[in-house]
């Protein structure tokens, strides 16, 4: 399937100057399948997969020393290949399971830095957290869940694509409908790829709902691998919780009555490193960076992937199913969890503004910077409801210019109110992918 990752690896193959190049993010969100597609298509040579958990065999070549004109000598010889540097993608899988193979990355860069290598693997970051690299011998690229974009390609769907790009250009209702069916279709399938194959070859949510149910177990399994971090089961409870509490602030001690603050705190750290779910933080529209007023305190979470967050809740149900659309369903969350999907594809962090006067319930739903600017972001998912902490922002801060409103089908701007009015599809091109 088309992913939208491969742009960025292109980019990161013809810079002169590529350092070697980590691909992060959770599991299953197919990394290692992007980077055996790139290889094989942008390659002129071989693209030499070394998987490290399947065949730690492989370890002893990095415990020598660090040494990469060695290291890719005695690779050679178990791959009965040779590497060849201006031609070939040397691509280490599971890097996670041998720490000294992450330690030698930095010097493929300082003494092979013609030849192409990327590095990727399952929990990485726990690994990542325990060995120190210089900055900038190294390069690190994230990648999330498919989005509505790339589902939308899946399933044979460009000429929609087109239209969405359309987005100073209000399109007819029949259009805006037809869009929808098609995203109600991805809040029920997500964008774990191995959902969006299965839906795109059988046409089945139960079948897809079952492939979303294994994954959710594939995760839970892990929690044995944090067993020395932290209790198996407070992981559980509290993976549970957050996934119900998607838009509401996190409070550990709400997070689950069976386990002490730390206890949980610790479990929810752990998860979050796992990338199970993202930080979103609260900030001050006052100026950028937002991450330099940004609180440690106070935050909220977006999950992973909107169809396991669906699949967690219990939305599936027959009645659930057959509603043509699900943007209101978890009283609205389901809409933000899908805003907020998006636009962490292009911002690597997002933001929210919350009043800090007591008693004062102010709250917006994103805040996320472009060229520069900070554009407050708010997500209503049906007909109701009023804009009234988004304009007292927006009185406040004199520097904030614009803000977008995502609901249903609305087109439109208000230029004197500083608001933009699009249709949820739209969340991705906000920035673009």
Known sequence: MKRNITKKLLEWKEDQNHKPLILRGARQVGKSYSIIDFGKTHFKGNTHILNLERNPELHSIFEKNLDSNRIISELELVLSKQIITDKDLLFF????????????????????????????GSLLEFALQDISFPVGRLQMLDMHPMTFEEFLIANNKELIIKRI????????????????TELNKYFIVGGMPECVKTYVNTKS????????????????????????????????????????KVGEQIKYSQLTNDFSNATIKKAYQLLETARLFSPVRASSPNGVPLRASAS??????????????????????????????LSASFNGKMAE?????????????????????RGSSAETD??????????PVEVKSGKAGSLKSL????????????AYVFTEDKYGEIPEQKLKFMPLFCAGNVVGY
């Open 93 to 120: 899988d599971e890097i996670q399971e041998c720490p000294k193979a992450i330690m030698s990355l930095r010097y493929f860069y300082e003494q092979n830095p013609d030849l192409h290598v990327i590095a990727a």
């Open 165 to 180: 790009e359309q987005t100073n250009e209000a399109l007819p209702p029949n259009i805006v409908n037809l869009i929808n």
């Open 205 to 244: 949510f139960v079948k897809t709902i079952r492939i979303q149910s294994d994954l959710i177990a594939t995760f839970k399994q892990d929690f044995s691998k944090y067993a020395k971090f932290s209790n198996k089961h407070c992981l559980n409870s509290v993976l549970s919780s957050v996934a119900q």
């Open 296 to 325: 440690t305190k106070k935050f909220k979470a977006v999950f992973l992937d909107i169809g396991l967050l669906a699949n967690m809740n219990g939305f599936y149900t027959k009645k659930t199913l057959s509603k043509q659309k």
């Open 337 to 357: 969890q899908f805003v907020g999907q998006e636009l962490l594809v292009s911002n690597k962090k997002l933001y929210y503004w919350s009043r800090e006067t």
């Open 366 to 375: 994103y805040l996320i910077e472009i060229e520069q600017k900070i554009i």
């Open 391 to 402: 304009h007292l922002l927006l009185k406040t801060f004199s520097n904030v210019k614009m």
